[in-house]
């Protein structure tokens, strides 16, 4: 799993507990698929479909920087599905796992299109086209 994105958690991402509130990590979450999909699938007409068990296993406090993971898990005809895992840096302790997110590839019309990947792509191997 490659851990692209660090988030600080700031005043403005706590619950009134004082930790990190679950609605902000599932919107980090989902833009962290969608941002690594639109990318993936080159169709910014990639929407979230599906996601698996939500289950907070430990949390954030202020001033705590979190890291973001995404594998891929599989590539359908018009979806894509990913594996989540948030990490706490200071505590070294997993917050969240989620196994299946599965985001889909649009038309113009809002319909699913095959995307007609089949594997991860690099920037660094598209630059080279
Ligand atoms: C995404 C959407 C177009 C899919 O419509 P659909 O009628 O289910 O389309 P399909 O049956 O052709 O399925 C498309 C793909 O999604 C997958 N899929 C559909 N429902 C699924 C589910 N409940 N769980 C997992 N995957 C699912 C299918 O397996 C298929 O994958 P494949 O093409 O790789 O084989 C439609 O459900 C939609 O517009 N949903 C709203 C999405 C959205 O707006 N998300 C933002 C948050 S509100």
């Given at each position: 799993?490659?851990?692209?994105?660090?988030?600080?958690?700031?005043?403005?991402?706590?619950?009134?507990?004082?930790?990190?509130?679950?609605?902000?990590?599932?919107?980090?979450?989902?833009?962290e698929?969608?941002?690594?999909?639109?990318?993936?699938?080159?169709?910014?007409?990639?929407?979230?479909?599906?996601?698996?068990?939500?289950?907070?296993?430990?949390?954030?406090?202020?001033?705590?920087?979190?890291?973001?993971?995404?594998?891929?898990?599989?590539?359908g005809?018009?979806?894509?599905?990913?594996?989540?895992?948030?990490?706490?840096?200071?505590?070294?302790?997993?917050?969240?796992?989620?196994?299946?997110?599965?985001?889909?590839?649009?038309?113009?019309?809002?319909?699913?299109?095959?995307?007609g990947?089949?594997?991860?792509?690099?920037?660094?191997?598209?630059?080279?086209?």
């Amino acid at each position: 799993m490659r851990f692209h994105t660090r988030k600080w958690v700031k005043p403005e991402d706590l619950n009134p507990n004082g930790t990190l509130f679950g609605g902000r990590l599932l919107e980090w979450i989902d833009e962290e698929a969608a941002l690594y999909s639109i990318i993936q699938l080159e169709n910014q007409k990639t929407v979230t479909k599906f996601m698996s068990e939500i289950d907070f296993r430990s949390s954030a406090e202020q001033g705590d920087i979190i890291e973001i993971g995404i594998e891929v898990i599989k590539f359908g005809h018009a979806s894509l599905t990913l594996k989540c895992e948030v990490r706490n840096k200071m505590t070294r302790k997993t917050i969240i796992t989620v196994d299946r997110i599965v985001m889909v590839s649009l038309d113009e019309h809002g319909k699913a299109k095959a995307h007609g990947k089949t594997e991860v792509e690099y920037v660094k191997d598209r630059l080279n086209d």
